[in-house]
């Protein structure tokens, strides 16, 4: 192995590394000037906290509905930030997000808008449900995603059958305003 082909691996790393620190601030976004009509909470909703996420969304190589292979949502796997920077839960698949406090909410998705770059995930409005326990999340009842920051599969990739069943992931952040009843 010749020493440039062993520092393709370490370069690739770092470049990783790098773009997922750009993404990786604990600490919620500035919230935009106006969110998209679509998304906005509905009458009788308030924000009631934010929380910041910092991970990725997993993609698998499958085919889609006409037959032709492309990249599927399999699920987010972030870590949760409150506004202070301390670690606040978690968000995966389902969508859900649990708290430390041991409170789980689950979404359903009601809304999207486009994110503000193309390598962006979408902005979203879910309605939510807890999913028990007591605590931060027990009286949530919709969910915000806004101020996206990558998480898109990528374009190319998934072409060919040999393609079938990759994963890729892809990282991400993201501001969680969580509603609840006014």
């Not at 910092?54 to 949760?80: F, H, M, N, S």
């Not at 879910?126 to 999340?137: I, Q, V």
């Not at 190319?156 to 501001?175: F, H, L, N, P, T």
């Amino acid at each position: 192995m010749t020493s440039n082909t062993r520092r393709l691996p370490l370069v690739a790393t770092l470049v990783g590394a790098a773009l997922l620190a750009a993404c990786a601030s604990p600490r919620p976004s500035t919230p935009p000037a106006e969110l998209p009509a679509a998304i906005k909470a509905p009458d009788g909703e308030r924000a009631a906290f934010t929380w910041h996420a910092v991970g990725v969304q997993i993609y698998e190589c499958r085919a889609g509905d006409k037959g032709a292979l492309a990249w599927q949502l399999v699920a987010p796997e972030a870590e949760l930030y409150a506004p202070g920077g301390e670690r606040a839960g978690t968000h995966g698949a389902g969508p859900h997000w649990a708290a430390l406090d041991g409170s789980k909410t689950i979404g359903t998705l009601k809304a999207r808008a486009n994110g503000q770059r193309e390598a962006d995930i979408p902005w979203l409005l879910l309605s939510a449900r807890s999913a028990g326990g007591s605590g931060k999340l027990a009286n949530v009842t919709g969910v915000q995603r806004i101020n996206t920051l990558g998480g898109n599969a990528p374009a190319k990739g998934c072409e060919v059958a040999a393609d079938s069943g990759k994963r890729i992931r892809q990282g991400y952040s993201a501001d969680y305003v969580f509603l609840v009843t006014r």
